[in-house]
């Protein structure tokens, strides 16, 4: 239907041009953190804010007020993205979700198996998810500069990959990167996320209930140990998808229902779910804003002092060889088992191509890293997922161009 395909186009071109920005932020935060300046950049993401009521405190650093609550709208995003795929998207029919599923799998299991054998048993090894993950935004907008040599298939093929990578990245912090359980407050949490569920089994459709609901579920995941930006994700999950009344199609003809699909007030009731809503409402706050300021934020490194070892090249060789391996393999093995099958038009070599951007880990590479490292170990972590992510995008980025012929315009 040309709606989805709208709609599908509109969400691609939001997610490349959230990668420049993406881009500059970072390169800001590289160029403050090596310059004059550098120290006052420092002690800005050591700034505390402070949120009072009567005896209620809560105290966080600007940059964990960044990493804890705003990037918690991110993950909010990510659920989102994921239900509707699941539903409407890539992930509903089984044979393309296969190849999704497998491919995500492979860029996830591989770069960690790299990252642990350059690793194990040494004070790195708890970095081991820090080259499983990719950046959505990052990766778009390198295959936005490709322009109409890339078909859109190839670009769907990649988000829904990514997308699917995105929810392995959360089951690895909700699991593995949470130190201590608060149990009286994971019960509590629990409870608030089971009336969130409630809510949208009723089709509650009014955001700000969720967004309420959403608040107190974000406190009490973070006070429960579990990462607090775990809880956008939980979140998303009780959104209803569904439209409140069906559209008006005559059935059997479908020129009339395709025409009907053109209209504008019936592409608005295609659209006007809660979580279709809630989506569009986030979008550009989560590409134009909240990811921008993450990378300033998170992907300032100082050279001086920094150090290359086994942390560092086993994030680089994770993300650079072990995503595009894992990808191609277990894509490969997908097709040949009957469980998957190529996107339209799109060959083995493009598949690689992606694979390789899909080594541009940057956001939740940071993220993950911020989580597992601390001090030393957290600039030689950020400095192997920044010169991955750059290597891996220059690469990919001229094989898709070699493998890729010109879209003529339709």
Known sequence: MRPVKRFIEQFLESEAKGGVLLFVAALAA?????????????????????LQVGDWVLKKSLLHFVNDFLMAFFFLLVGLELKREILQGELKNPRQAGLAVAAALGGMVTPALIYTAFNL??????????????????????????GRRVPLS?????????????????????VFYTSRLNI???????LVFALALLLGALRVRALTVYALVGLVLWYYVLLSGVHATVAGVLLAFAIPIGRQH?????????????????????AAREAQSPLHRLEHLL?????????PVFAFFNAGVALEGAQVGAVAVGIFLGLLIGKPVGILLFSFLAVRLGLARLPQGVGWRAI???????????TMALFIAGLAFDAVLLDEAK????????????????????????????
């Open 154 to 174: 190839l670009k769907v093929f990649l988000t829904a990959l990514a997308i699917v990578d995105d929810l392995g990245a959360v089951l690895v912090i909700a």
């Open 383 to 410: 400095l192997g997922v920044l010169l991955a992510s750059l290597t891996a995008a220059t690469l990919g980025g001229v094989l898709l161009w070699k493998t890729s012929l010109p879209l003529r315009a339709s």
């Open 184 to 190: 009286a407050a994971l019960a509590i949490a629990a």
């Open 283 to 291: 979008h550009p706050y989560v590409a134009y804003f909240i990811m």
């Open 30 to 50: 590289f160029v403050f953190s090596n310059s004059p300046w550098a120290q006052a950049y420092f002690d800005l993401r050591d700034v505390y804010l402070k």
């Open 352 to 362: 690689a191509g992606v694979g390789l951007i899909a080594g541009i880990g940057f």
């Open 246 to 266: 069906p559209l008006p199609v005559q059935a059997g003809d479908p020129e009339m229902r395709e025409a009907q699909l053109e209209t504008p007030e019936s």
């Open 121 to 146: 048993g040494g004070e790195g090894a708890a970095g081991w998810g820090v080259p499983m993950a990719t950046d959505i935004a990052f990766a778009l907008g390198v295959l936005s500069l490709l």
